[in-house]
């Protein structure tokens, strides 16, 4: 059982290019999740999904973009890369209230 | 909206004691849940510990405990018997169950090193 697996593990942008982190999970769960982390301020909601075909803003949706065409699938789309979203990004999704189970992250530099 | 606060940025124990992590949180909300996540230098996200707003009985899971006091909206996680495979950081994160999005929101977390 693979729960969420997240790719690219590591990866360095230019300004101004453009990237996808791919997050598929194998729970069948109906919730997932983008987060990014940032160092001393937690975790922070990016973009949700209940379902497949709805998504919705969280946070700090400004600069990335979702889609839902799946259960399993919720790639999160980085257009026009700023050195703001330096990052690491994670990806999770749940049943109902059971708790997240978590990718293993991104590590993103944009240079 | 919700926020949660963890007071302690940094935390250290000797291995073999206690150790107690703070938590509060703010919500006007009756229902909802909270969880404790444990992220070792690996980067790997860990559920350690849920508790369920309705219910009064503090949640244990082995050598990790909570003190939850749902009035002052306080959770605070306790290790006993502290590991060096402890040492990592630690956030605690809430759950409206309200609006149905199952959303988190986390707390800035606390790193924890264990010291043999």
């Known amino acids: 059982n693979a729960g969420v697996t997240q790719t690219p593990k590591f990866r360095i942008l230019k300004i101004g290019q453009s990237m996808t982190l791919q997050c598929t999970q194998d729970?069948?769960?109906?919730?997932m999740y983008w987060y990014r982390q940032d160092p001393g301020m937690g975790l922070k909601l990016i973009y949700y999904?209940?379902?497949?075909?709805?998504?919705d803003k969280g946070e700090v949706p400004n600069g990335y973009n979702v889609s839902r065409s799946t259960t399993e699938d919720f790639p999160l789309r980085l257009e026009l890369a700023a050195p703001s979203q330096t990052s690491v990004y994670f990806c999770?999704?749940?049943?109902?209230?059971?708790?997240?189970?978590f990718g293993s992250g991104t590590r993103l530099t944009v240079v | 909206a919700q926020t949660v606060t963890q007071s302690q940025p940094e935390m250290s124990v000797q291995e073999a004691e206690t150790v107690t992590l703070s938590c509060t949180y703010d919500?006007?909300?009756?229902?909802?849940?909270l969880f404790w996540y444990k992220q070792p230098p690996s980067r790997q996200m860990i559920l350690v510990i849920r508790?369920?707003?309705?219910?009064?009985q503090n949640a244990t899971e082995n050598r990790f405990s909570v003190n939850f006091q749902k009035a002052a909206k306080s959770f605070s996680l306790k290790i006993s018997d502290s590991q060096l495979g402890d040492t990592a950081m630690y956030f605690c994160?809430?759950?409206?169950?309200?609006?149905?999005?199952?959303?988190?929101?986390f707390g800035k977390g606390t790193k924890l090193t264990v010291n043999p």
């Open positions: 729970m069948n769960h109906n919730y």
């Open positions: 999904s209940v379902g497949a075909g709805i998504t």
């Open positions: 999770a999704s749940t049943l109902l209230s059971d708790g997240y189970t």
């Open positions: 994160a809430f759950m409206n169950t309200q609006g149905g999005s199952e959303k988190l929101v």
């Open positions: 508790q369920e707003a309705y219910k009064q």
């Open positions: 919500t006007s909300e009756n229902n909802y849940y």
